[in-house]
């Protein structure tokens, strides 16, 4: 819609009116578009079969000020001890615009219950510092997942502090106004 927003001197284009809190949890079947196997069921996200399976959430929103440097993801995986899957561990890519887009992190979600496809687990995992507004896209690599949600971590980000012949000019200006005192 051409929406323009402007934060601490870098201007983001929002492409939909409508923005996903990244610090909030994001349902996994609210996702934007996908390609590859998934069904939806009792409000998750059953039966992705990995094998480059998709999901993109368009426009997340990190926030201004904020960064995110962790993800939490709850699953399960019924492929424990699964010839197809003997570590148990589920590998999921998280990408910037789509699923060819900028690999931001790749989470490998491990199962470590026994119970299967009715154990839910929640995961946090490190994440490069991501900030503004982010089309994620979620693709699972490695077969057997259920998927019910992820959600961010935020942490405050500080302006850098001026260095170089500017440094300090602020405080000047603030004090007299910026203007030169007369004769």
């Known amino acids: 819609d051409g929406t323009e927003w402007i934060f601490a001197d870098q201007t983001l284009k929002a492409r939909y009116s409508v923005a996903k809190d990244a610090y909030s949890q994001i349902k996994a079947v609210s996702y934007d578009s996908h ?34 440097d962790k993800l939490k993801i709850r699953g399960c995986s019924g492929r424990l001890n699964d010839s197809r899957n003997p570590d148990n561990t589920v590998d999921i890519e998280i990408r910037d615009g789509g699923p060819d887009g900028k690999l931001l992190g790749t989470v490998a979600f491990t199962c470590t219950d026994q119970g299967g496809w009715n154990t839910w687990e929640e995961q946090t995992f490190d994440m490069p510092d991501i900030t503004g507004v982010h089309d994620l896209c979620f693709k699972v690599v490695t077969a057997g997942f259920y998927f019910d949600y992820f959600q961010f971590t935020s942490k405050e980000i500080s302006e850098p502090e001026p260095v170089g012949p500017l440094a300090g000019v602020g405080e000047e200006i603030i004090q007299n106004g910026g203007f030169e005192e007369g004769p």
């Not at 009792?42 to 368009?58: E, P, T």
């Open 35 to 68: 390609e590859g196997s998934g069904n939806i069921k009792d409000d998750l996200l059953k039966d992705i079969s990995g094998n480059g399976s998709w999901f993109l959430y368009n426009s997340v929103y990190f926030g201004e000020g904020k960064a995110s």
